[in-house]
């Protein structure tokens, strides 16, 4: 063995770990991964980036829409294709550092490929053989890593159609009370004039535990960031920004509201902003979003509905200080996922009464690190 074959060896064995460890963060491990140390996730953003660039430069809305949809699917597909192709050429580069113990000896890297690929993806390779023990055993490892690997697509499938559906049953379900796109002012609207207050406490509780679910299952597998609802003028981040502010208007604006359950789904949507705001690093600004005029026409639509409201200028100062902890955070997400836009949530530029100097404004910058 000359040292060239060492290098390939060590190489190899490298790759191989990367890409296991990789798989055992981004499938195995039931949390967010730990550490500088992201691969699949930084791939991805890398490869949103250019996607979302073409995609906006079309001017038919059906198909911007359906193009930005096909990236969540196509990127699992991707990462699959992607880990079974490193873990080939990680295995191929250690064959080849022990080309000696195959019969007959391959002359080129291509011929070993070919070889190490079979090995995986179980298919007939005639013409060579392992013959030392070495290769025998890394033969036997990497057939056992195709299993594992093809068991593992299995799993992940399964989990990220799952955590899907979860995701967009509720989103739908909430078009009846809060529109498409959705509004929480809406929300509390048709919950008033149809006089359904249990329906409203029924609302934080589901979208509470709604909340629970995409935290852990977003954390989990990040690709799902980028799995588009299916139907017109639907965005998770617009349903939950609209039950946010529901529960804010109901502690600072209304009086009479179901506090309790509104301060619970606020608690908990907090949660969700904090650990995915740390989680896709991304800055964060003290913006409540919306202006003080839209404010008081929400108050004036409440008002209308049959609601009884605390005093507007003190429920305005609470209220903006309430959205800032959350609203930022969406707005900067449904910015990066090229979202539409809904009542209070994403692309705020086209606001008539909004000043030079304010509508210059920019929202928090997402840094390399981020979704």
Avoid at 1 to 17: R, S, Y
Avoid at 146 to 155: D, K, N
Avoid at 269 to 294: C, Q, T
Wanted: aromatic letters at 10%; glycine letters at 8%; hydrophobic letters at 45%.
């Amino acid at each position: 063995m000359i040292a060239t074959d060492g290098v390939e060896i060590a190489l190899g064995a490298v790759l191989i770990a990367v890409t296991v460890y990789d798989l055992f963060q981004g499938v195995v491990l039931p949390r967010p991964a730990v550490g500088r140390l992201r691969f699949s996730p930084t791939v991805i953003r890398l490869a949103w980036r250019p996607w979302r660039n073409v995609a906006m430069r079309l001017h038919r809305l059906q198909t911007r829409e359906g193009l930005l949809a096909t990236f969540g699917p196509l990127s699992v597909m991707g990462l699959l294709v992607l880990w079974g192709v490193l873990l080939i050429t990680g295995f191929a580069l250690i064959f080849y550092g022990l080309r000696d113990e195959l019969r007959p000896e391959p002359e080129t890297f291509g011929t070993v490929f070919y070889y190490a690929a079979g090995r995986m993806l179980a298919f007939s390779v005639s013409g060579i053989e392992a013959t030392g023990g070495a290769t025998r055993t890394l033969a036997s490892l990497e057939a056992a890593s195709g299993f594992g690997l093809f068991a593992l697509v299995i799993s992940l499938l399964f989990s990220l159609f799952s955590a899907f559906q979860r995701r967009e049953v509720a989103v739908v379900a909430l078009d009846a009370l809060s529109g498409a796109p959705p509004s929480g002012v809406q929300l509390l609207e048709n919950c008033a004039h149809d006089n359904m207050p249990d329906q409203l406490v029924a609302t934080f509780q589901e979208w509470r535990m709604w909340t629970v679910d995409v935290l852990e299952s977003h954390l989990s597998y990040p690709v799902l960031l980028y799995f588009r609802s299916s139907h017109d003028n639907e965005a998770w981040p617009n349903s939950f920004g609209a039950v946010m502010d529901a529960a804010s208007l109901v502690l600072t604006t209304i009086d009479g509201g179901p506090v309790g359950h509104a301060r619970l789904m606020y608690k908990v949507g907090g949660h969700l902003i904090a650990d995915m705001g740390r989680y896709y690093r991304v800055d964060r600004e003290l913006f409540p979003g919306v202006e003080r005029e839209e404010v008081m026409e929400a108050c004036d639509r409440l008002r209308i509905a049959g609601y009884k409201l605390h005093d507007t200028g003190l429920a305005w100062e609470s209220f903006s200080d309430l959205r800032s902890k959350y609203a930022p955070w969406l707005n900067r997400l449904a910015r990066v996922l090229a979202l539409p836009p809904a009542p209070w949530i994403g692309d705020r530029s086209y606001l008539p009464h909004r000043d030079t100097r304010r509508r210059g404004r920019r929202l928090p910058r997402i840094t390399k690190s981020s979704a």
